[in-house]
């Protein structure tokens, strides 16, 4: 046992110090003191900028370092949200929640076992509804879009996806029935009137 401590003293610092780093993030996205996003935020910038200044100080966990650098980094643009809008799951596990209760409701719902095509067509705006109405009771009034343009560009968009998967289904019904049909309609487009 000595011999182990004694072969690996060297180590320590650079371990201490990197768990202090790892451990003062956890207290800054714990959030304790409730702040808002923009100082979590401040915080951990500071914190960021002291362990890419002295990332070389840890020894050999330096490339660990930079990879806790570089994958905060690609969190970055998310990360801040949950201080800011009240009830938004804090961590992917609690957002997961969300996501696998509504897979459950619709198979409950639907007795089957896998998504449906509704699911992909129309699964934006389903978990968005499901979601919200956990967290929030909804009256007739509430339920009307404020944004007429933005509620008729998404179901615009739903449109879209229903009519391609409406295509996909033809294809895979006659697929030959399907091709002759583009065909025609693409020699018809491009032969001069």
Partial sequence: ??????????????????YDWVHHVAQILENEAAVPGS??????????????????TVGVLQPAVAHFLKASASYWPGLFH???????????????????SARYHQRRASGRLHATAATVVRGSVRVL???????????????????????TGLRRSLELRQDARRRQGRFRKNP?????????????????S
């Fill in 1 to 18: 046992m000595a011999k182990g401590l004694t072969t690996t003293d060297a180590l320590w610092p650079g371990i201490r110090t990197a």
């Fill in 39 to 56: 100082e979590v935020k401040r915080q951990l910038e500071n914190l960021l900028a002291e362990m890419t200044d002295e990332q070389a």
């Fill in 82 to 100: 949950c201080y800011d809008i009240a009830g938004l799951p804090r961590t992917n596990n609690d957002l997961e929640q969300y996501f696998g």
């Fill in 129 to 151: 509804a499901a979601t919200a109405s956990r967290l929030t009771r909804f009256r007739e009034y509430d339920l009307r879009h404020p944004n007429l343009e933005r509620w």
């Fill in 176 to 192: 030959a029935g399907y091709l002759a049909t583009l065909e025609t309609m693409l020699l018809k487009s491009s032969l001069p």
